[in-house]
């Protein structure tokens, strides 16, 4: 498995990705948007790649959040999807460790997140109250997850980029 940087080309396969590992299509259509939105950072948005076949069979990507009210700027990780087949396979987990250290490189803060505590802690990921980050939805709880990239990390309420919102 190779783990890359996403290109253009990749935009349907990673569609077809998202729309497979998910039971609609909100992550697809999410996806896409993101890629649109002023929050995008390309750099942060990988795919994982079949060594064999050259198949896409994971993505991740990561875009412009904000910690509020100081207004620092923040990550907001997700979506994450692997495809059916390659789940349980660690290729969430290589992704979201390949990302974690393209944004530390890049002198990112603190990465985001909401989902399932179990599977995001072994990435270094804590209840986000643990690191004086609110939720944008306190009803999330300690599945909005955050991670801090580097010392001091902001405190205040997480704001995701402005596609989160249409959800």
Do not use: K, N
Not at 60 to 66: D, E, M, N, Y
Not at 75 to 94: H, M, Y
Request: hydrophobic letters at 45%; charged letters at 25%.
């Amino acid at each position: 498995m190779i783990v890359r940087r996403e290109r253009p080309a990749d935009h349907a396969a990673v569609d077809a990705v998202h729309r497979a590992a998910f039971a609609t299509d909100v992550e697809a259509r999410l996806t896409a948007e993101l890629r649109e939105d002023a929050g995008f950072l390309p750099h942060l948005s990988l795919v994982a790649v079949d060594g064999g076949d050259g198949d896409v069979v994971g993505h991740v990507i990561a875009t412009r959040g904000w910690v509020e009210p100081v207004g620092a700027p923040a990550l907001g990780l997700g979506p994450l999807g692997v495809r059916p087949d390659r789940q349980g396979r660690g290729v969430g987990t290589v992704l979201v460790h390949a990302l974690l250290a393209v944004a530390e490189a890049a002198g990112e803060r603190l990465a985001a997140l909401l989902g399932d505590p179990a599977y995001y802690r072994r990435s270094g990921f804590v209840a986000s109250t643990e690191l004086g980050i609110d939720p944008p939805d306190a009803a999330w709880g300690g599945h909005f997850q955050a991670r801090a990239l580097a010392d001091p990390t902001p405190r205040g309420t997480f704001r995701y980029a402005e596609p989160f919102g249409r959800l």
